[in-house]
Antibody
């Protein structure tokens, strides 16, 4: 059974780049049939799709974040990563990674999430 | 692009039935599958319904999903409410290379 785990700094300074990694356990990113996605949730707010990547490296981003987001994949380490540049306090959120079925865009499973706070 | 609109909150008593709606703002609700996720406080979302009306293994049959083309909406119905069903529920759908979440509905079971 696939499990995902986010990792990375919990505190980032304004104007810097937020960097997170999602490691996949119990399955291979290289197997195909799935996208690998990042989603965030602002405190006490709803879910916001950030983007996703296919194992080949093809990426799709939320247009509202596209200018600041890079998602990459490292199949040798079975993980994928998120970089969000020029962060502000508005980027403070819990960041989740998830496996997404290509067929129906079903997000399952999700990682446990990691809180990233943007503050000086 | 489109929006998915959910009621902010709903409440119902234990043992009763509640329905949460998810209205698609543009384009047909039937064009793309709808998923429903449950999120308890402090936890990550988990699936209760996928592909409009399918239940993952382990989700009780008290949870059901449907779509209605006349109202261009999807619905999540929970029957025989239990206090453990109290959570936030999110609908989700997609378009070509884009994903959309509803704003979430807080279900209170009191």
């Amino acid at each position: 059974q696939v499990q995902l785990q986010e990792s990375g700094p919990g505190l980032v300074k304004p104007s810097q780049t937020l960097s997170l990694t999602c490691t996949v356990f119990g399955g291979s990113i290289y197997s195909g049939g799935n996208y690998w996605s990042w989603i965030r949730q602002h405190p006490a707010k709803g879910l916001e799709w950030i983007g996703y990547i296919y194992y080949s490296g093809s990426t799709f981003y939320n247009p509202s974040l596209k200018s600041r987001v890079t998602i990459s994949v490292d199949t040798s380490k079975n993980h994928f990563s998120l970089k969000l540049s020029s962060v502000t306090a508005a980027d403070t959120a819990v960041y989740y990674c998830a496996k997404v079925s290509l067929v129906d865009n079903w997000f399952d499973p999700w990682g446990q999430g990691t809180l990233v706070t943007v503050s000086s | 692009n489109f929006m998915l609109t959910q009621p902010h909150s709903v409440s119902e008593s234990p043992g009763k039935t509640v329905t949460i709606s998810c209205t698609r703002g543009s384009g047909s609700i039937a064009s793309n599958y709808v998923q429903w996720y449950q999120q308890r406080p402090g936890s990550s979302p988990t699936t209760v319904i996928y592909d409009d009306n399918q239940r993952p293994s382990g989700v009780p049959d008290r949870f059901s999903g449907s779509i209605d083309s006349s109202s261009n909406s999807a619905s999540l119905t929970i029957s025989g409410l239990k206090t453990e069903d109290e959570a936030d529920y999110y609908c989700q759908s997609y378009d070509t290379n884009a994903v959309f979440f509803g704003g979430g509905t807080k279900l209170t079971v009191l």
